[in-house]
C-alpha cells in the first residue's frame, strides 16, 4: 500500500523557513518522480514543485522560483521542500504526490501558516 | 503557462441524475510521445484529493464505472452517469503534459 506521509509544517513568521518532509513507502520511491501540491484555506489546488527520479531536475511554479527548494534522498525515501523566505500567502496545507506527471497518489497534507 | 478552464464551477445535481464537467487548456496537451495527460481529481469534504481518472479516460482502481472521461486536445469531460450521494466534493482537472503543472479552478458538486 502507498503512503506518504507529510511532516514539518506548523505556524512561522513573515519571512521566517520551514522544511517539509514526506516519508514514502509502499512502492519503489527512486523509479518515481514526485512532486508538492498546495492549497491555501477555502481554494483549489495549486501546483509548487516537481522533482525527477534522481533528483537531476526540478520544476518549480513562478511564485516559489529562488525561495522554494524541492530535493529528495532515495536511501532514505523521503521527499522534501525548503521554504524560504515565506509571505502570508504561502499559508496553505502541503500536499506531498507520488508522480511528477501521473499524481496517483496523495499524502494527508501538512499545515503551513505564515503569520506574525 | 497552460490554462486550465472548467466550467461549470458550481454544478448542483439530482441524485440519480447525470453530471457532466467540461475542461479546456489553452494549448494542446498531447506530448511528444502521443500521449495527453489529463486527470481528473475528487476531493471530498475534508479530504486529501483523489485521483479518478487517468490520461483522459482512464479509471483508477476502485472509481466506480459511473465516472467517466473523454476528449482531446483541449477539450475533456468528466461525467457521472448517475449521480450518488459520495460524489458530492469539488472536481478538478490537471495537466501533466507541460511544466509547470497546471489544476482546473475546480467544480463544486452538491446535491439538490
Known amino acids: 500500500e502507498v503512503q506518504l506521509l507529510e511532516s514539518g509544517g506548523g505556524l512561522v513568521q513573515p519571512g521566517g523557513s520551514l522544511r517539509l518532509s514526506c516519508a514514502a513507502s509502499?512502492?519503489?520511491?527512486?523509479?518515481?518522480?514526485m512532486s508538492w501540491v498546495r492549497q491555501a484555506p477555502g481554494k483549489g489546488l495549486e501546483w509548487v514543485s516537481g522533482?525527477?527520479?534522481?533528483?537531476?531536475?526540478?520544476y518549480y511554479a513562478d511564485s516559489m522560483k529562488g525561495r522554494f527548494t524541492i530535493s529528495r534522498d532515495n536511501s532514505k525515501t523521503t521527499l522534501y521542500l525548503q521554504m524560504n523566505s515565506l509571505r502570508a500567502e504561502d499559508t496553505a496545507v502541503y500536499f506531498c504526490?507520488?508522480?511528477?506527471?501521473?499524481?496517483?497518489?496523495w499524502g494527508q497534507g501538512t499545515l503551513v501558516t505564515v503569520s506574525s | 503557462d497552460v490554462v486550465m478552464t472548467q466550467s461549470p464551477l458550481s454544478l448542483p445535481v439530482t441524485l440519480g441524475q447525470p453530471a457532466s464537467i467540461s475542461c479546456s487548456s489553452s494549448q494542446s496537451l498531447v506530448y511528444s510521445d502521443g500521449n495527453t495527460f489529463l486527470h481528473w481529481f475528487q476531493q471530498r469534504p475534508g479530504q486529501s484529493p483523489r485521483r479518478l481518472i487517468y490520461q483522459i479516460s482512464n479509471r483508477d482502481s476502485g472509481v466506480p464505472d459511473r465516472f467517466s472521461g473523454s476528449g482531446s486536445g483541449t477539450d475533456f469531460t468528466l461525467k457521472i452517469s448517475s449521480v450518488e450521494a459520495e460524489d458530492v466534493g469539488v472536481y478538478y482537472c490537471m495537466q501533466g503534459t507541460h511544466w509547470p503543472r497546471t489544476f482546473g479552478q475546480g467544480t463544486k458538486v452538491e446535491i439538490k
Open positions: 509502499g512502492f519503489t520511491f527512486s523509479s518515481y518522480g
Open positions: 504526490v507520488k508522480g511528477a506527471t501521473s499524481f496517483d497518489y
Open positions: 522533482i525527477s527520479t534522481n533528483g537531476g531536475s526540478t
